[in-house]
């Protein structure tokens, strides 16, 4: 479903992201473990075509995102490490507002369904955003992934500076989604998370995926060992 | 899809309630201009009104003089026998003309308010009652009055840089831009739906309240062309606002941050409205100066001394000549005073011309140059089509000036013979005495002048909105 294909990046001479082969299938989880600085945005961002490849391509259901920027975005849901949504609008009327835009028509009721599902309470849907934490921002960001029945989500750096219970409540919608069928790539600091939820992780570091493993392969214990390691020069 | 976004772009809008406090200032800016417009019109009007009321009561008290005269039964003096063609033209039977202020003069009070509407015209030469040397230069755009055109030139533009200068910026800034650019929509449309709501609520209040208010002020919107010249205003005023709304779209499209935006797009501003028109100004009065109002007054005065040494040179020389013509006090029986009057009105004239000759082509050249180069600013284009629909522009003036030209021979050419021929006037003659009638100016000429300027405002606007819409597709979300 995500597919990168000799994807490089640079900026001015400095290379952000050498070229990367990666794929993501259907109900796989793909963590993206790294610094801060590795490549983890720049590698997001080249799927959103939010920047330009300087080579290879970023395919999302086999779509090239640069070709088709609007067909494959239809396929994707984004969520920031903040979901930034507009402060003056009820998180609905957010919800309402983004969905459309992926050209979806929905009742008020269809979307109020849809940010329970994401885990908002149902209080908290006609209140402004402005009054939201950043745990509630990010159940309206995957309303907005379940309303446009996305087939491949990005996330980065979803759960930093959430609480581990809101962490936890997270990482089962992404469980749920992914069951459902959606490829997830999340790239995260939270090793715990990746060990969790992912199914794969890979480790980046100066703009090389330096290595993948499979996550049931794995230990907590090790996982972090190995991802020590390899942060050593 | 539009609609949605529009829909919610609204609801953001709303709860900024900034735009709106500058919307409602523009509102009563807007309404303060036209209720200013109208009273200048109504003004205007009430001095015509009075000037033609002096004028028939005089001709009434005039009949009913000769009638006394004629009779018998009263004496005067030469200078106050309305009888004597010289006293009459020169003096006691002056008529006026008149330029009644256009149907939609309060669109737009421009010159209106330094340029003479009226004069009383008589048989002595043009300069003596026409002191139209004083021109102010067209492109004086910020002289004058508060009116609607100040508010639609200067502040319009200034609300929609404050309604767009952060249009994407903002958005950007808030991280809300990345989470819609998620969503299979495109930056064009996105911005499309944003302009197209903000330009409809500012273009809705400015054109609304404009009409309105000129409409409450008593516009003869029912005159014949009013309805196409307030067609084409609103045109003006819709092209002009869709300059500075794509200005802000080509800003927001350099990715810059919102406060280099407003600080660029003020800069443009005050380029573009007040010191483009400005430095033109003063370039245009550097590079074909007008003689001196001080010159061609002087000369006037110096001409006017010669003439009347000579005149009284030739005066006293008739005198000697014949002592039996010199004034008898009696009425009707005045010396040639008529005939040297005349003469010295010509020798005055003749002087006079190369000094105003000079005048009017420096000032000729200057409107040249003005034309040619008003399209180095929207702000000056829209400017002078504004007054030219309003009927305060310079085309209208110079057409009045010709009509006041044309009507001062005829006032001449039927006095002078009479002068010469010392024929006296009768009540009859005041029946055929020649009449002005302001004949409007050529409504096809101002609407072909007009939708050139509509041309020419598309102009910046192409030049602006084709890179504009090129660097919004390079526009880069991250990185």
């Given at each position: ?159 930093s500076g959430l609480d581990p219970k809101a962490s936890n ?65 | ?364 050249q200057q409107q040249q140059f003005v034309e040619r180069f ?106």
């Amino acid at each position: 479903m995500l597919e990168a294909n000799q994807l490089s990046k640079s900026y001015n001479g400095t290379t952000a992201l050498h070229p990367l082969n990666l794929k993501v299938e259907p109900g796989e989880v793909f963590c993206l473990l790294g610094a801060n600085g590795a490549g983890k945005t720049t590698t997001i961002n080249l799927f959103l075509n939010f920047i330009a490849p300087s080579s290879g391509m970023a395919a999302v259901g086999g779509m090239d995102v640069v070709k088709h920027p609007l067909e494959s975005k239809r396929l994707l849901a984004y969520i920031p490490e903040q979901v930034m949504l507009y402060r003056n609008l009820t998180g609905l009327e957010n919800l309402d507002y983004f969905t459309s835009l992926a050209g979806g028509k929905h009742t008020q009721n269809e979307l109020r369904g849809f940010l329970e599902e994401a885990g908002l309470a149902r209080a908290d849907a006609d209140k402004r955003v402005g009054a939201y934490s950043k745990g509630m921002r990010q159940k309206v960001g995957i309303a907005i992934a379940i309303a446009k029945k996305a087939r491949a989500l990005l996330l980065d750096e979803p759960t930093s500076g959430l609480d581990p219970k809101a962490s936890n409540e997270f990482s089962q919608l992404l469980k749920k989604l992914s069951g459902d069928g959606a490829a997830i790539l999340m790239a995260t600091h939270d090793l715990f998370r990746a060990k969790e939820t992912g199914s794969r992780c890979g480790i980046m570091k100066h703009g090389h995926l330096v290595a993948t493993y499979a996550t049931a392969d794995l230990g907590h214990a090790e996982l972090e060992r190995i991802y020590l390691e390899h942060m050593h020069d | 899809m539009l609609a949605q976004i529009m829909k919610y772009e609204w609801r953001n809008l709303q709860a900024d309630r900034m735009p709106f406090a500058v919307a409602a200032i523009l509102g009563l800016a807007i309404a303060y201009g036209a209720a200013n417009g109208s009273n200048w019109v109504r003004f205007q009007q009430s001095n015509i009104d009075a000037a033609l009321k002096e004028q028939s009561t005089r001709m009434s008290s005039i009949r009913a003089e000769m009638a006394k005269l004629n009779a018998g039964e009263k004496k005067v003096s030469a200078f106050a026998d309305p009888r004597l063609p010289q006293s009459f033209g020169r003096n006691m039977g002056l008529h006026y003309v008149v330029m009644p202020p256009a149907p939609l003069g309060s669109l737009a009070v421009g010159q209106s308010d330094l340029q003479p509407y009226y004069f009383k015209v008589s048989t002595n030469s043009k300069e003596t009652f026409v002191n139209n040397d004083e021109i102010e230069n067209p492109v004086h755009l910020l002289a004058g009055r508060f009116d609607l055109a100040f508010a639609v030139l200067y502040l319009f533009p200034l609300v929609i840089l404050a309604f767009s200068y952060n249009i994407v910026s903002a958005e950007k800034e808030a991280g809300t831009l990345a989470l819609a650019l998620s969503q299979p929509v495109g930056l064009g449309r996105l911005i499309t739906a944003k302009v197209v709501l903000r330009a409809m609520f500012v273009f809705a209040v400015s054109i609304l309240i404009s009409v309105a208010g000129v409409a409450a002020g008593g516009a003869a919107l029912s005159a014949e062309g009013a309805l196409p010249r307030l067609l084409l205003w609103v045109g003006v005023t819709v092209l002009y606002g869709a300059f500075w709304f794509v200005l802000a779209i080509g800003m927001n499209a350099l990715g810059r941050s919102s406060a280099t935006n407003a600080m660029v797009l003020a800069g443009v501003w005050l380029l573009l409205v007040v010191i483009i028109p400005a430095v033109l100004n003063v370039a245009v009065k550097a590079m074909y100066p007008v003689p001196s109002r001080i010159e061609l007054i002087q000369a006037i005065r110096v001409a006017g001394e010669e003439s009347t040494r000579e005149g009284s040179k030739l005066l006293a020389r008739y005198m000697e000549d014949h002592p039996e013509m010199a004034p008898a006090g009696s009425s009707g029986s005045a010396p040639d005073f008529g005939t040297l009057l005349v003469a010295l009105n010509d020798a005055t004239e003749r002087k006079v011309r190369p000094v105003l000759a000079r005048f009017d082509h420096q000032l000729q050249q200057q409107q040249q140059f003005v034309e040619r180069f008003r399209y180095v600013s929207p702000a000056i284009v829209a400017q002078s089509a504004i007054q030219d629909l309003a009927g305060s522009g310079t085309h209208r003036y110079q057409h009045f000036l010709a009509q006041v030209d044309a009507y001062h021979r005829r006032w001449r050419d039927y006095f002078v013979p009479r002068i010469l021929r010392k024929q006296q006037l009768t009540g009859s003659d005041l029946d055929l005495l020649p009449q002005f009638t302001y004949q409007q100016e050529d409504n096809a000429a101002v609407m072909w002048r007009c939708t050139q300027a509509l041309g020419s405002l598309c102009v910046p606007l192409i030049l602006l909105g084709v890179p504009a819409m090129l660097a919004l597709r390079r526009y880069r979300v991250a990185g």
